[in-house]
């Protein structure tokens, strides 16, 4: 199985079946959803994220469970929109997660309410599939290098996101209040995306938010011991040659890192099974 405490039992598997009405999951978005930093060589895709972690509780002990994952990394919400929102409802899911709008928010000049009427209008759409949807906020980036400028944006993106929510009587799976990712040790070494730990704590989080009784171990605080300024001056300066350097030029191309890559689930299917035509690429993912 894995080292994050996961491992199914016969009684929640009967918790599953009694306590959770879902036998169709599909989930769309971006580069989060799709599970980049959660790094799993036998995944589809190469990664795993906390969309095939839910999906692997929500499939405990449910034989006619399926799960699609529609999500590339670095789509901005349109992209989403256009590529996503249609075979989503084509594959007739009763329960849909959707993030999206963050790439949107991160890139200069986001306009945090315009991309939040985007997101109405996808919620719309979305919404005539009278699937229960779960619609996350955004993490509080107070504490990341890359980010934490657009924090006040973030947080008037998520009250959009809440207030959508509301409207179109979803379930919020609320990250800014997620307090356990302030540690370092929740984001990858980019400092964008989660880390396999990260991932774990967000499914967890969601499990929680759709009421469903799942196995995975809360995450603990930790103390870390706090780096010299020449220790941490060196980590930044790899960061920056490693990570933010091929950003910025993918920027100044207009380029996506999600260009060529397809969905690493396009089709509904238990979660056990390795997907039709999954995407096998694993290129950059910021």
Not at 57 to 68: P, R, T
Not at 95 to 122: E, H, M, Q, T, Y
Not at 164 to 187: F, G, K, N, T
Not at 252 to 274: C, V, Y
Request: hydrophobic share 40%; aromatic share 6%.
């Amino acid at each position: 199985m894995n080292n994050l405490g996961e491992t199914p039992s016969a009684a929640l598997a009967a918790q599953s079946i009694t306590q959770h009405p879902w036998r169709r999951y599909v989930a769309l978005g971006d580069s989060f959803t799709e599970g980049i930093g959660d790094v799993d060589p036998h995944s589809p895709g190469g990664n795993r994220g906390w969309a095939d972690r839910v999906a692997e509780q929500l499939s405990h002990g449910l034989e006619d469970f399926s799960y699609a994952n529609l999500a590339i990394r670095g789509r901005l919400i349109t992209r989403i929109f256009d590529e996503q929102a249609g075979p989503a409802l084509e594959l007739k899911p009763d329960l849909i997660s959707l993030c999206a709008g963050g790439n949107d928010v991160i890139r200069p000049g986001g306009d945090p309410d315009a991309i939040a009427d985007k997101l109405d209008a996808l919620m719309r759409i979305m919404a005539t599939s009278n699937a229960t949807i779960l619609l996350f906020t955004g993490p509080d980036i107070r504490d990341t290098p890359m980010l934490g400028g657009i924090r006040g944006k973030v947080a008037i993106y998520n009250e959009n996101v809440r207030a959508i929510a509301e409207r179109y009587d979803a379930v919020v799976a609320d990250m800014w209040s997620l307090r356990e990712l302030h540690q370092p040790r929740m984001w990858a070494d980019d400092r964008l995306h989660f880390s396999p730990l990260g991932h774990h704590t967000i499914a967890a989080m969601a499990l929680d938010a759709l009421n469903v009784p799942h196995n995975m171990q809360h995450v603990q605080p930790s103390q870390t011991e706090p780096k010299n300024w020449r220790s941490a001056r060196r980590d930044d300066l790899i960061w920056a040659r490693t990570h933010l350097a091929p950003w910025v030029v993918r920027r100044i191309r207009h380029q996506s890192s999600g260009d060529g890559i397809s969905p690493k689930r396009p089709l509904a299917a238990p979660f056990t099974e390795q997907p039709p035509n999954a995407s096998l690429g694993n290129g950059p993912a910021i």
